[in-house]
């Protein structure tokens, strides 16, 4: 290239080349060519003065009241890319940045293995690599992020990501080429929340290919022969179906609560939603009523229910549902137990009150001289010694718990769970994420049952020995249904919505591969005693 000084005048601008580039104040550009005493680098023309390089410094200049203006007069076509090379530094837009991606792949066709015009072998993917500083190297990037530019959603959506956000482009590609059309196709909505940025790529692919394996894994009725018979479907379904009748031994549900929350169940008007609390406590006792054929005489029911408030006052749903069950059921009111959260939440409301930390497990039998009842001991003592031997933990009333028993995952649980009860009407159980849902499925769901609240109910109500059945009619992701076959009972769900019903049945899956005959073995110990149980075959 050779310097020359030319009259501004003369200068010709190539519109594409100007415009290509988002416009930026000159203001401190001008200031500082006047502090300089002028440019510190010269514009680049073509030998005709048509300006590929520096037009801020033109306008500039032109500010500043100038005439002349230093340039480097370059013999090439005033193309796109001779501009793009220019600037691989300056400070750009993303759209500046999609706009380069687009013009140097247009600069380098695919003609591999072609000689250039340099007598080079033609390497279209280094070629580009080096056009864009090597930031995207390798064919099989390359190839990628040329096909996201040409196919990328509205806004570049996904190009804006990698750029912007650092998304990386085989997750942008998979996305695009995979996932993105199922999630239209399925109107999950997840594309929805990408753009509105809810979510990045990551979190978009795996919550799409997560939901797309659970709705074509599971179909409407999923079963585990000798353990689970789960139903998608309305629970008074199940009610007509006559290979149930007779086999139930504790129905354990919790309902969805008085308009505290929305469940999205397409084409259903949902529980929980009724325009009175009358309303939802009949509407709740005619489902209960729909399942009393699958009952046996000696079954007991627990429902889980929580109160709800409107600017601190109680709707007294509690009560109202246990009398209005009474009525139209046919069930026996046998007694109420209590569920103490340590930690509890308000109610997406504002309370002018304290926080309520309880909820309240109603307690009714079909026949109350043949029902089933096991009492659990939580004694302790000097059994935990003949389990495992080693550093103990006495607790306030004096039962030893040995800090050395070594238990999986689930079943510490379990054990962690009995040390804090105590033979009385009150179950304490924390509330939390729920990390056996939300592994399944990262989502999870909007009131997501405490995963140890089923295990007093269930361990009193039925007998492990005869194979006893747990029934949860709102079964949601099964929580009911995990405990029930940890603790090696028979489970029988049914669950409206299609995408709870999906995790749920993943849920029980994964509960069957969680099972331990051993660990078991302990908790039955600790919740029952040594001399009331019987040697029990998995």
Not at 42 to 64: C, F, K, Q, S, W
Not at 438 to 448: C, D, K, L, N, R
């Amino acid at each position: 290239m050779k310097t020359a000084i030319v009259k501004i005048s003369h200068l010709v601008e190539v519109p594409e080349l100007k415009q290509y580039y988002t416009h930026q104040s000159i203001d401190e550009l001008a200031t500082s060519i006047e502090v300089d005493g002028g440019l510190r680098t010269p514009i680049i023309v073509t030998d005709n003065y048509e300006v590929i390089d520096g037009y801020r410094r033109v306008e500039a200049m032109i500010l500043l009241g100038k005439e002349y203006i230093e340039v480097w007069i370059d013999e090439v076509e005033p193309t796109i890319f001779e501009r793009i090379i220019r600037n691989m530094y300056r400070t750009k837009t993303t759209d500046d940045q999609v706009k380069e991606l687009k013009s140097v792949f247009v600069k380098y066709p695919k003609r591999m293995g072609k000689k250039s015009d340099d007598g080079e072998v033609y390497n279209r993917n280094e070629r580009i690599s080096k056009a864009l500083n090597k930031k995207y190297s390798g064919k099989d990037t390359i190839t990628k992020l040329e096909e996201i530019t040409n196919k990328d959603l509205d806004g570049n959506l996904l190009t804006k990501g990698i750029i912007e956000k650092n998304w990386k482009v085989e997750t942008s590609h998979e996305f695009l080429t995979k996932w993105y059309p199922e999630d239209i196709k399925n109107d999950y909505g997840f594309t929805k929340r990408l753009k509105n940025g809810e979510i990045n790529i990551q979190d978009a692919v795996k919550l799409i290919k997560t939901k797309a394996f659970l709705d074509n894994e599971y179909t409407d009725t999923f079963v585990i022969p000798e353990k689970v018979t789960s139903y998608n479907t309305d629970c008074m379904d199940l009610g007509k179906m006559e290979k149930h009748f007779n086999t139930v031994d504790l129905l354990f549900s919790s309902p969805p609560y008085f308009i505290l929350r929305n469940y999205l169940i397409e084409g259903k008007k949902q529980v929980g939603q009724e325009e009175t609390k009358e309303k939802y406590c009949s509407r709740i006792a005619n489902l209960i009523k729909s399942v009393v054929p699958t009952l046996k005489e000696s079954a007991n029911v627990i429902i889980n229910i929580g109160e709800t408030y409107d600017d601190g006052v109680g709707y007294g749903i509690p009560q109202l549902l246990k009398t209005t069950i009474e009525k139209e059921t046919g069930l026996i009111y046998k007694d109420q137990l209590i569920w103490s959260k340590p930690n509890p939440k308000p109610q997406n409301e504002w309370t002018s009150r304290p926080i309520n930390n309880v909820e309240y497990l109603l307690w009714f039998v079909v026949d109350p001289k043949k029902a089933f009842y096991k009492m659990l001991t939580y004694t302790i003592g000097d059994r935990v010694a003949k389990i495992s031997h080693g550093a103990k933990d006495v607790d306030k009333d004096g039962k030893i718990w040995d800090k050395n028993i070594s238990l999986t995952k689930p079943y510490q649980k379990l054990y962690t769970h009995l040390k804090e009860q105590d033979i009385a009407k009150i179950i304490e159980a924390k509330t939390g994420k729920n990390t056996d849902v939300y592994s399944i499925y990262e989502e999870g769901h909007p009131a997501i049952m405490c995963g140890v609240l089923p295990t007093v109910p269930i361990m009193m109500c039925t007998d492990e020995q005869n194979h006893n059945t747990v029934l949860d009619i709102f079964s949601g992701s099964n929580v009911v249904g995990r405990m029930s076959l940890l603790l090696n009972r028979k489970v029988l769900t049914t669950e409206l919505s299609k995408e709870y019903y999906n995790i749920g049945c993943k849920m029980l899956e994964n509960s069957i591969k969680d099972f331990n005959r051993g660990e078991l073995d302990i908790i039955n110990k600790i919740a029952y005693g040594e001399e009331n149980l019987v040697s029990i075959a998995a």
